[in-house]
């Protein structure tokens, strides 16, 4: 009787699996992000330096530099004193339009819409362009 052993087989790598794995998961995706609908552009906010954008008469214009102006008189940087003079040179307080620059801080931002809401605005509205 022979004792011998049974010849050793060796494993394929398993390597070849998961290459497979990642690569059908990497067409997966690219395939799902190209059926997808895209967001939108969302709003693209302009230039205030540019010397073709005309600021509409009813907004509060927010410079790069945090300044507020109104009809291109300046309001300083107070959001709350700000918001008060914009909204006494309203007819209708329920809609306050504020036109930023794309370079403004957007904490500023952010008191100000607030000021004009805390001030009477029902609605506040950021002013892009397309």
């Known amino acids: 009787m022979s004792l011998l052993t049974p010849p050793n087989r060796t494993r394929g790598d398993s390597t070849i699996g998961l290459i497979n ?9 690219l395939i799902a992000g190209t059926i997808a609908p895209s ?23 927010l410079r790069a530099d ?3 102006e ?3 008189m300046a309001l300083g940087d107070d959001a709350s004193t ?4 914009y909204l006494a040179s309203l007819t209708d307080r ?3 339009r504020l036109l930023p620059d794309r370079d403004a801080p957007a904490a500023v931002m952010v008191q100000v819409a607030n000021a004009l809401r805390q001030g009477g605005a ?8 397309k």
């Open 82 to 85: 700000g918001a008060e003079a």
């Open 21 to 29: 794995i990642v690569f059908l998961m990497l067409i997966f995706f």
């Open 122 to 129: 029902e609605r506040v509205v950021v002013l892009g362009e």
């Open 94 to 96: 329920s809609v306050a």
């Open 66 to 68: 945090g300044q507020m």
């Open 70 to 72: 109104l009809d291109g």
């Open 39 to 61: 967001l939108g552009g969302g709003i693209a906010l302009m230039r205030l330096s540019d010397p073709q954008t005309q600021t509409p008469p009813d907004a509060l214009v």
